[in-house]
């Protein structure tokens, strides 16, 4: 089936998270698919970087500063827009690997408030512009983690679960609108950031979260999945799409070469 082009009314498409990994790559996919992008995060200098980089290779980009967790913030960044096309809930991430009996609440409540709170924040401020544009998309990046758990993970498998309620139950509550609800739930992906930031910067253990598997996911895999989600004709909704490595069967089987 042929990409769709994005309509001039839905052309817009907000990416959160968007100063590396794969919203940094969902961002440069879109621009290609043809969307004027809005990158925000709270890198400032990242973004920029990454919008003057879109414009170059010929696309449309615009950065943003922007906390996901700071509602005032939120709404104040949604006045911006009469209509959009596309949000893309991607901020968020792990801190920590520890089991429940000695896990950080600290961490705990910083995975709920930008994995999930983050997400409604923008979702209930840029609802409105999204049913606007008469062809909105909702996009909700999740995580294996939201849909299986497994051992040193419960913060974050807690966060991603209740990002995947959120965008669930989402869909039942605007069904008949004009707005999408689509849930990219990824598994294994190497980028940067990620294991690092999870383990505090060790890159020793962040290391050997991806030991002896060959062919990981990359950002650009799952930011290829996004747009494709994105780009299908306006009546097909993707509910949830999982996306692994090869190497990977669930959240604890996983084919090593060592």
């Not at 009314?9 to 990994?21: D, E, F, K, L, N």
């Not at 998309?137 to 993970?153: Q, W």
């Not at 999982?242 to 669930?250: C, H, K, L």
Request: glycine share 10%.
């Amino acid at each position: 089936m042929p990409t769709a082009a994005p309509s001039a009314a839905s052309r817009i498409a907000v990416v959160t998270g968007a100063s590396s990994g794969i919203g940094a790559a969902t961002a440069r996919q879109l621009a290609a698919a043809g969307y004027r992008v809005v990158l925000t995060a709270r890198r400032k200098d990242r973004i920029e970087a990454l919008a003057e980089e879109i414009t170059t290779a010929g696309g449309s980009a615009t950065a943003y500063q922007l906390d996901v967790t700071d509602r005032a913030a939120v709404d104040e960044f949604a006045t911006a827009f009469r209509t959009i096309g596309v949000l893309v809930n991607n901020a968020g991430g792990a801190l920590g690997a520890d089991p429940v009996a000695t896990g950080d609440p600290a961490d705990w409540r910083t995975m709920y408030e930008t994995n999930v709170i983050g997400t409604l924040n923008l979702t209930q401020a840029l609802l409105p512009k999204l049913e606007a544009s008469g062809d909105g998309t909702v996009v909700v990046v999740s995580s294996t983690a939201g849909h299986g758990t497994y051992e040193g993970g419960a913060g974050y498998v807690a966060a991603k679960h209740g990002a995947h309620v959120l965008a669930e139950t989402l869909r039942l509550e605007i069904v008949g609108r004009p707005v999408r609800v689509i849930e990219i739930a990824p598994g294994m992906v190497r980028t940067d950031e990620f294991a690092l930031t999870r383990f505090g910067g060790d890159t020793d253990k962040a290391a050997k979260v991806y030991e002896g598997v060959a062919d990981p996911l990359t950002a650009d895999d799952v930011a290829d999945t996004v747009t494709w989600a994105v780009t299908r004709p306006s009546h097909v909704n993707i509910d949830l799409l999982v996306v692994r490595p090869r190497a990977q069967a669930s959240n604890t089987k996983v084919h090593r070469e060592l």
